[in-house]
């Protein structure tokens, strides 16, 4: 049987790009034949990465079969992979996230979650010696992952390990990281084909604020304008969204990756109270610029509070 | 803040000797003080092996205070840990057991899990050439560890993985494994001090069978004449045992190590329908014989049927 091997829902870069690195890994050096599969559509910047490095792009599966074998990269919460993934034969976990609960395996196995920036970072230490013999294309992808996951380094996620290796990938690639970076970035930040309500959930997770849940929606862009201009749009879209989804407001913050800020639509009066507590903000209008904010996993989901 | 490190409730030789041989490492490799605890008073080959390498007992701990430092390790499944546990500051997991979920963390950490025998394995492969520096207290820990999961290398668990590094620790140390096995069975078969509700709950988890609750209980020895000559009170002590732990009943594997094979106490027409049902085997009388039986984890929680 051959093991699939996929990311969370809403495939970013590292939840497209890790799967297809580690689909490599289990059938060219481990002799375990398996397949990198998509929950979703991949955003701009991961069908760039596939595009650019001449990679197929991944057959997208709905749910998955009970008893098959499947490795789990970059989540390890149940609400960001099928409904049925606990009848699955999880064979292994490699994630760089917080530890949620809620997935059990029936004997034990491969497990390796670690504060890194990047899930790409964390497999090129499992493969060790290894990583040097794969085709370029895969380390194209672990490249365009590390960069994306760190924002070409800004995040305050990065680490020095995820630097050395992309680093070393890109040598190895000839690739001029500053360059690369801006490519992947004008195509992510190339939102133009999609709806304001694919818009709050292009990169969004939930999370509740002492029984208030949000929707905590990212969209990282090197041009701001484009979605802000748009801005109206989505504050109405908002309401929407958020019944349609079951939370009590989408939260969306325009993270400004050359600038190193966030700017957060504040659409009412709960939004506002939230920036004002969360970030000492001062609010005058329907949206507030937030310096140095570009993480939600370090910066934004600490400090919500209502 | 020095950091706790340790394993289950009711220590056996690898929830005793593993967060020693961690505490040492994040101390002295890493830079990170750090403590060995128990949850309970170790076994009595766990005694053994303080003794033999010259180990202090590490203090016995009800409980963690919130936001308190923790290494978590030989588990991962809250019945088995400080009802607290998730409020304190889990930094990273380490364990070869399988996922249970419900374990939270508040950042990414560190996760190790992997299908190998002990505990003490991983960490040999976490730690890398630092092992080398480990005094012979440290690795004296850690080959018992091994020898004592493995039962010598008898149980289904072993993978070669795991002998390989007993090998070559015995070799450092100048230890001939038999010979050193020997001893630490002697010492865990004796059990002489320990009333019959000690033992049933000695080396026990919960399982539920379709909705029936089990204490599943596994007494490991060289000497299985001794535990059975007390075979009477031993399933007297089964009723007021399950009743006060909240399970519909108790079954106790004794596991004879040398032999290979366990006997399971059958003390009514539950555990006897079963033992027919899980390991095919034909009961008459109040005990049955199980051939090649000795891993709860490989053999008798995947058998179990009603």
């Given at each position: 049987m051959t093991t699939l091997v996929f990311g969370h829902k809403?495939?970013?870069?590292?939840s497209t790009g890790s799967p297809i690195a580690w689909a490599w890994y289990l059938t060219e050096v481990v002799g375990t034949p398996?397949?990198?599969?998509l929950l979703g559509e991949p955003n701009t910047e991961a069908a760039f990465m596939l595009q650019r490095w001449g990679l197929e792009k991944p057959e997208i599966i709905s749910g998955v079969a009970e008893g098959q074998a499947v490795v789990i990269v970059d989540t390890n919460n149940p609400a960001e992979l099928p409904a049925d993934i606990n009848a699955a034969d999880i064979r292994a976990i490699i994630d760089h996230h917080k530890l949620v609960g809620g997935l059990e395996t029936a004997e034990p196995i491969d497990i390796t979650i670690r504060p890194l920036a990047c899930t790409a970072t964390i497999m090129a230490d499992l493969m060790g010696s290894s990583l040097s013999t794969a085709p370029e294309a895969i380390k194209g992808a672990m490249l365009t992952c590390i960069l994306s996951d760190t924002l070409e380094f800004r995040s305050p996620?990065?680490?020095?390990?995820d630097r050395a290796l992309a680093e070393r990938l890109a040598g190895d690639l000839?690739?001029?990281i500053p360059a690369y970076a801006a490519e992947m970035f004008a195509a992510k930040s190339d939102v133009s084909a999609f709806s304001e309500a694919e818009l709050l959930r292009m990169d969004s997770k939930e999370y509740a604020v002492g029984g208030t849940k949000f929707r905590v929606s990212v969209l990282e862009t090197t041009s701001p304008g484009m979605v802000l201009d748009r801005k109206a749009a989505l504050m109405e879209a908002?309401?929407?969204v958020a019944a349609e989804d079951g939370v009590e407001q989408v939260l969306l913050f325009v993270v400004d990756i050359l600038n190193e800020e966030a700017t957060l639509l504040v659409p009412n009066d709960l939004v506002k109270t939230l920036a004002e507590k969360s970030f000492g903000a001062s609010v005058s209008g329907d949206a507030v610029v937030l310096p140095g904010v570009m993480s939600r996993k370090k910066q934004i989901i600490p400090a919500l509070k209502l």
């Amino acid at each position: 049987m051959t093991t699939l091997v996929f990311g969370h829902k809403s495939p970013d870069t590292d939840s497209t790009g890790s799967p297809i690195a580690w689909a490599w890994y289990l059938t060219e050096v481990v002799g375990t034949p398996a397949k990198a599969v998509l929950l979703g559509e991949p955003n701009t910047e991961a069908a760039f990465m596939l595009q650019r490095w001449g990679l197929e792009k991944p057959e997208i599966i709905s749910g998955v079969a009970e008893g098959q074998a499947v490795v789990i990269v970059d989540t390890n919460n149940p609400a960001e992979l099928p409904a049925d993934i606990n009848a699955a034969d999880i064979r292994a976990i490699i994630d760089h996230h917080k530890l949620v609960g809620g997935l059990e395996t029936a004997e034990p196995i491969d497990i390796t979650i670690r504060p890194l920036a990047c899930t790409a970072t964390i497999m090129a230490d499992l493969m060790g010696s290894s990583l040097s013999t794969a085709p370029e294309a895969i380390k194209g992808a672990m490249l365009t992952c590390i960069l994306s996951d760190t924002l070409e380094f800004r995040s305050p996620t990065t680490t020095d390990h995820d630097r050395a290796l992309a680093e070393r990938l890109a040598g190895d690639l000839g690739v001029e990281i500053p360059a690369y970076a801006a490519e992947m970035f004008a195509a992510k930040s190339d939102v133009s084909a999609f709806s304001e309500a694919e818009l709050l959930r292009m990169d969004s997770k939930e999370y509740a604020v002492g029984g208030t849940k949000f929707r905590v929606s990212v969209l990282e862009t090197t041009s701001p304008g484009m979605v802000l201009d748009r801005k109206a749009a989505l504050m109405e879209a908002m309401g929407p969204v958020a019944a349609e989804d079951g939370v009590e407001q989408v939260l969306l913050f325009v993270v400004d990756i050359l600038n190193e800020e966030a700017t957060l639509l504040v659409p009412n009066d709960l939004v506002k109270t939230l920036a004002e507590k969360s970030f000492g903000a001062s609010v005058s209008g329907d949206a507030v610029v937030l310096p140095g904010v570009m993480s939600r996993k370090k910066q934004i989901i600490p400090a919500l509070k209502l």
